[in-house]
């Protein structure tokens, strides 16, 4: 139960993606691809996502699954390029239709979302299964920094999400619309519950601000021994204290704006107008 994992860094967003598969049949998930874009000329393109497509293809896998372990805010879902490449189902935890009706009346989108379901082929519920081949995962909920926030246990591997980052860098915000460090706090330690030698995997890292190497993989017992926020030790007092204090002082995201609206609707734009183009909105005087 030790799959293979494959990460690809994205410069521009700090983000990874991951290939995570099974050894020993080559099936495959892909869990939250990049699609790049340009907020400045509202440009897309597909050089990131087609870096980790070139990957599977080279090693002959069959991708099963596109995991999104939230709804982010700070680069665009790549699922519908990479589904359209490679196949497999999309999934998302079933807190993403609560994202939905709250994004969805901030951007203005009305009924469009009333189908949740329909923008993405599964979601999950906590504790689902969702397997890659020989290798039975499991669906983990953790909300608070999101309400859709969810983790995939893939035998010795979890995938974090933005729940948690490297030991040196803390944890994730809570203050978007339904976040709640006291909920982030009760996730925490649910992931860090796992087994100690369980790897844990980040979907994004920033190097600690310059002073050292980006990295991505660490484990449960280095995060309980060493994570800045939430190593054992640390109370849900003084953690939702700190964790409240940092979020006051945060600026949101570069695109949040773009990246909600689209991956909300799993990766698409938002359908195009009589002259056949999509828009993006811009809410003003309101986030």
């Keep these: 139960m030790t799959p293979k994992v494959d990460g690809f860094f994205d410069p521009a967003t700090n983000s990874i993606s ?18 790049d874009f340009d907020p400045a000329s509202g440009r897309t393109a597909t050089g990131s996502a087609d870096t980790l ?5 080279r090693e002959g896998l069959v991708v099963d699954w596109i995991l999104e372990t939230h709804v982010h805010a700070d680069h665009i879902t790549a699922a519908p390029h990479v589904q359209k ?3 497999g189902k999309t999934g998302i935890g079933a807190g993403v239709s609560e994202v939905q009706r709250t994004f969805g009346a901030l951007f203005n989108i009305g009924d469009e979302l009333a189908g949740g379901a329909s923008h993405f082929d599964r979601l999950f519920e906590d504790g689902d299964t969702v397997s890659i081949g020989g290798i039975d995962g499991r669906v983990m909920f953790t909300p608070g920094h999101t309400p859709a926030c969810a983790c995939y246990v893939f035998g010795d591997a979890a995938f974090v999400g933005d729940t948690m980052f490297m030991p040196d860098s803390g944890t994730a915000r809570a203050d978007f619309p339904g976040g709640c460090a006291e909920t ?31 990295a991505w993989e660490t484990t449960v017992d280095e995060q309980r021994r060493s994570n800045i926020h939430c190593r054992d030790g640390v109370s849900r007092k003084s953690y939702v204290a700190m964790r409240s204090g940092r979020d006051a002082e945060l600026s949101l995201p570069r695109l949040i704006v773009p990246a909600v609206q689209v991956n909300i609707r799993g990766g698409r734009m938002p359908p195009p107008e009589s002259n056949g183009t999509s828009y993006l909105k811009v809410p003003v005087d309101t986030l």
């Design 85 to 87: 490449r490679l196949g």
């Design 184 to 214: 982030l706090y009760d996730s925490l330690r649910r992931i860090l519950s796992l087994p100690v030698d369980t790897r844990l995997f980040m979907c994004h890292d920033y190097g600690a601000g310059g002073s050292r190497e980006f």
């Design 53 to 57: 497509i070139a990957a599977v293809q």
């Design 18 to 35: 991951y290939v995570v598969s099974d050894p020993e049949t080559g099936r495959a998930a892909v869990i939250d691809p990049v699609l």
